[in-house]
């Protein structure tokens, strides 16, 4: 069965800093990967996705995420976090039982001045 | 403005009301879902419908009642809730049922209902 892992439920980092928010996946079959943002108050907003194209994926806001099938891992970086990036953070892969996406747990991202 | 809109964004209820929570997307999307999303776990699917079809009852209490009239509307009726079933309820759409696949979903904003 399908399953994400997001290690790490709250990272905090300073303004200007590098962003890395950790995703491992588990999938029987070759998978479909995405990373979803969360505002406060809000739904969840598509960052970016790999659908077995190029291996590195830029999203939007200066986000970009790497598959990298041996280490089952699709991380998110940001060379330089901004304090609008404070959000939730939502790793999900393809697969579910109705073609449904199975999100991981989240991680909070603060960003201290 | 994401193109999927959820009505009421907060909602407080008794544990004897009965309410609705309504979703409406124009984005031409045929496939329709609820998810509820509480604190500190991973997001949970609902229900699914695929035009106008459903196709998933996530083992679901009966007190959650969905109703998909058209492939642009979707409801989520609630009787006698529980206080444990407070959280923020997500509408999700996506282009067919193997939309997620390739383009992901569009959420709304979320509904966030409080049971007291």
């Known amino acids: 069965a399908q399953s994400v892992t997001q290690l790490g439920s709250h990272v905090s980092v300073s303004e200007g800093a590098l962003v890395l928010l950790r995703c491992n996946y588990s999938?029987?079959?070759?998978?479909?990967l995405f990373w979803y943002v969360q505002y406060p108050n809000q739904g969840l907003q598509l960052l970016l996705k790999?659908?077995?194209?190029?291996?590195l994926v830029k999203g939007i806001n200066g986000f970009e995420a790497e598959f990298k099938k041996s280490e089952t891992s699709f991380h998110l970086t940001k060379p330089s976090a901004h304090m609008s990036d404070a959000a939730e953070y939502f790793c999900?892969?393809?697969?579910?039982?109705?073609?449904?996406?199975?999100f991981g747990k989240g991680t909070k991202l603060s960003v201290k001045p | 403005e994401t193109g999927v809109t959820q009505t009421p964004r907060h909602l407080v209820m008794g544990m004897t009301n009965k309410k609705s929570l309504k979703c409406e997307q124009h984005?031409?999307?045929?496939?329709m879902y609820w998810y509820k999303q509480s604190a500190k776990k991973p997001l949970e699917l609902m229900f699914v419908?695929?035009?106008?079809?459903?196709?998933e009852n996530n083992s679901v209490p009966s007190r959650f009642s969905p109703e998909c009239p058209n492939s642009s509307h979707l409801f989520l009726h609630l009787h006698t809730l529980q206080p444990e079933d407070s959280a923020l309820y997500l509408c999700?759409?996506?282009?067919?049922?193997?939309?997620?696949?390739?383009?992901?979903?569009?959420f709304g904003s979320g509904t966030r209902l409080t049971v007291v």
């Open positions: 999700a759409s996506s282009q067919g049922i193997l939309g997620p696949f390739n383009y992901g979903y569009t």
């Open positions: 419908y695929n035009f106008k079809e459903q196709t």
């Open positions: 999938s029987s079959v070759p998978p479909y």
């Open positions: 984005l031409g999307h045929n496939a």
């Open positions: 999900a892969v393809s697969g579910g039982s109705q073609g449904n996406l199975i």
């Open positions: 790999y659908t077995s194209a190029a291996t």
